[in-house]
């Protein structure tokens, strides 16, 4: 069963870091380029970055360049997502998700709720 699950999610003060882990089942994550959403109530869910399955790069959007960084441990078979200097308006639920290059997201994880708020 092709699964993905995040965690690390949680409560968080303004300024502060959260790690969010986005793991796989039933694939091999270095196959697949992953990407990281956000959707904020009310709000239309924004791609936040990204990392490729051929060569690793990263790509950030600007709202959290600088702040947050993907990175993938291949023998875990997990990617992730650290988020520094975090700020209220990045409260969100956040997603990963997995598609084949040149593919469309196709495989989602069930999101886990991040809240930045003193």
């Known amino acids: ?28 994550l270095d196959t697949y380029t992953i990407g990281w959403f956000r959707q904020a109530p009310g709000k239309e869910r924004e791609g936040i970055g990204c990392i490729s399955s051929d060569d690793g790069e990263t790509y950030q959007a600007d709202s959290v360049k600088g702040r947050f960084t993907i990175s993938r ?20 639920v956040y997603y990963c998700a997995a598609r084949v290059l040149g593919g469309s997201y196709g495989t989602w994880g069930q999101g886990t709720q991040v809240t930045v708020s003193s």
Request: proline share 4%; aromatic share 4%; glycine share 12%.
């Open 73 to 92: 441990d291949n023998a875990k078979n997990t990617v992730y997502l650290q988020m520094n200097s975090l700020r209220p308006e990045d409260t969100a």
């Open 1 to 28: 069963q092709v699964q993905l699950v995040e965690s690390g999610g949680g409560l968080v003060q303004p300024g502060g870091s959260l790690r969010l882990s986005c793991a796989a089942s039933g694939f091999s």
